[in-house]
């Protein structure tokens, strides 16, 4: 994603002074949370943040959506019928 597009949406087109090298500091801190495992990059066009889908929360939900959906009969089960009392 570019750094302006970044800069725009964490500071919700109003950055502040020298926004790009809070832009910077921020990117340095993700990486430090993410650690080694987390390949990212600075682009001429942006940064890249090269992670696993089902290491981020909505594509690993939409997995096990998936997955459950097939782990289901496709029918719905049948209702009970209500027993008649006496």
């Known amino acids: 994603m ?46 890249r943040l090269a992670v696993e889908p089902a290491d981020v929360d909505p594509w690993a939900f939409q997995d096990l959506v998936d997955r459950g959906r097939r782990a289901v009969p496709r029918r719905l089960p049948q209702r009970p019928r209500p027993r008649h009392q006496p």
């Open 2 to 47: 570019g750094a302006q597009r970044l800069i725009d949406e964490i500071w919700d087109g109003v950055p502040p002074a020298r926004a790009d090298n809070m832009l910077q500091a921020l990117v340095s801190k993700l990486r430090r949370i993410l650690g080694e495992g987390a390949a990212s990059s600075a682009e001429p066009a942006g940064y």
